[in-house]
């Protein structure tokens, strides 16, 4: 065995959205007890995910996921997890990885940086999708949606910023994946113009 594996990790976290990273080599994982990877925001600290070694060739990595709030399982070999120059583990809903890994580092960043891209325009392809064809008004508010959320402006009064959508009967819901509140608005040109003018969107307020 090559006594030199080093692992690096990258992972988001749930509450905050913020991209943290951390290396460290096979000994961490030998003596079966969960490594914790949690938020390195200042002042957040959530738990994000976490490695267990449950043999002497197998791991079992647990994501909290920041899509779609749920926590998921991936199991890998001993070479899928210190060998693979960049691997992840993704939801199953929207296919967009939540806790990569790897012996290569540039690698690693490089697939944070494809899921962040990804990620960033989720919700304007959902959107697109929604709209063909329909009502522009819907389309321009998706839009304005899309830049506060790369902007980390949409924000629920829980301190969450896992927020999702939903658009049904002409009203454009926003939805904390956290606490469940809502709020929802008209699709109309008065309530386009608020959303353009607004710096940011607090669900609760």
């Known amino acids: 065995m090559d006594f030199n594996y080093v692992g690096y990790f990258a992972y988001i976290c749930p509450s905050c959205f913020t991209s943290c990273g951390c290396s460290f080599d096979v000994f961490r994982l030998s003596n079966k007890q969960p490594y ?18 449950v043999s002497r060739d197998k791991y079992t990595i647990q ?85 506060r959320f790369s902007e980390h402006s949409v924000s629920c009064i829980c301190g969450s910023v896992n927020i999702t959508f939903d658009h049904a009967d002409g009203r454009l819901s926003l939805i904390c994946k956290r606490c469940g509140r809502r709020k929802s608005f008209a699709v109309t040109k008065d309530n386009l113009l608020r959303l353009m003018n607004a710096s940011e969107v607090i669900l609760g307020v």
């Open 36 to 53: 914790i990877f949690r938020c390195a925001a200042h002042g957040c600290a959530t738990v994000c995910a976490q490695i267990r070694k």
């Open 63 to 147: 994501t909290e996921c920041p899509y779609c709030g749920k926590t998921h399982k991936k199991e890998l070999s001993f070479r899928g997890l210190w060998d693979a120059g960049a691997g992840y583990a993704a939801c199953p809903a929207t296919g967009l990885g939540a806790f990569f890994y790897g012996g290569n580092k540039t690698m690693v960043g490089k697939a944070v940086s494809e899921t962040a891209a990804s990620a960033s325009g989720s919700l304007n392809r959902i959107g697109s999708d929604i709209c063909s064809g329909r009502d522009p008004i819907l389309s321009e508010m998706l839009m304005i949606l899309d830049r």
